[in-house]
């Protein structure tokens, strides 16, 4: 008795509570992990699988760009063992959130460490004589690398080794789903390098600037209406984006699902070429956000409308 009983303080080491065993995986106190927009849940998701209970911070349908916290946040951080996170400035609201939690056992894991980054522009690109700050909104390095499968690839083995660490007893299920997950990962970069091939150093236009990773990736180059979501384009980014597409033969201009800019799509109007899209993953269904495989649906539909409009 006493030797199972001090075999048993080993094992939970200084846990206090003994939840039941969670009848999915027979495991007892299977892990809180919070997760802060779309890409990020799917990715952890994936990792996760059954070894932990994966919860999204934001709505599914809601973007990262400007989410504004809500009061059970805090409450939900609170009681979560692991937080992971995009990172690059793509959660600004979270380290207030952190703070607020008092949580001093929460992991947080950054999913963006030793991802090899690209700086934002420095210098406005239109002329504003307002002198308002242009790329209001953005830091200094671009947030979107999850965009990039192989990048998307590094964070999925940052969040398997964060979720190894503090959940060590489910180690072998993190690298199994992980494994699988970066595989699938790695054939959407195969595929998109072969159906990209053959437009290598062509632009695509895209409504904010979500798209230097992927665009870097597969030797294209993009030009983008506005920095972040929220801004208004200027006369001057307008008449950038009609050179764009008079010079490069453009067939159609790459909206967002969600965002559906007016002015984007009205120039495409103006312009006589079509509207496609190109969907960034920063909101999506509830439905989407539970199923990892939708992170590879959408970006194959990404690379299949972006083909056509180069054709
Ligand atoms: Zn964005």
Not at 237 to 244: E, Q
Request: aromatic share 6%; charged share 25%; proline share 8%.
């Amino acid at each position: 008795m006493a030797v199972a009983a001090a075999l048993s303080a080993l094992l939970l080491g200084c846990r206090a509570a003994v939840e039941p065993p969670d009848p999915r995986t027979g495991r007892p106190d299977r892990p809180q992990v919070l997760t802060t927009f779309l890409p990020i849940t799917l990715f952890t998701r994936a990792v996760a699988g059954d070894c932990a209970e994966v919860t999204a911070l934001i709505p599914a349908a809601s973007g990262p760009h400007d989410f504004q916290a809500r009061p059970g946040d805090v409450a939900a951080i609170r009681n979560a063992r692991v937080l992971v996170k995009n990172g690059l400035g793509m959660e600004s609201f979270l380290d207030k959130l952190v703070e607020a939690a008092g949580n001093p056992a929460l992991k947080v894991i950054d999913s963006s460490r030793g991802i090899a980054t690209l700086e934002n522009p420095q210098e406005p690109r239109g002329d504003h004589p307002d002198g308002h700050d242009h790329d209001q909104g953005q830091g200094p390095i671009n947030p979107h690398i999850w965009l990039d499968p192989v990048r998307a690839a590094q964070q999925v083995e940052t969040i398997r080794d964060g979720l190894i660490a503090a959940d060590p007893a489910c180690a072998d299920g993190y690298r199994r789903h992980a494994a699988a997950f970066t595989g699938e990962l790695r054939r959407l970069n195969t595929d998109f390098e072969k159906q990209l091939a053959p437009f290598r150093g062509k632009t695509f236009v895209v409504v904010h600037d979500f798209a230097p990773y992927f665009a870097e990736r597969y030797g294209l180059r993009v030009q983008y209406l506005v920095g972040v979501p929220e801004q208004n384009p200027s006369p001057a980014d307008l008449a950038r984006v009609v050179d764009t597409v008079k010079n490069t033969q453009l067939k159609a201009l790459l909206t967002e699902p969600q965002q559906g800019n007016r002015s984007f799509n009205a120039l495409a109007g103006d312009l006589g070429i079509r509207i496609s899209v190109f969907d960034p993953m920063e909101t999506g269904t509830e439905r989407a956000s539970r199923i990892p495989a939708s992170y590879g649906e959408v970006m194959r539909r990404n690379v299949t409308d972006l083909v056509r409009a180069f054709r």
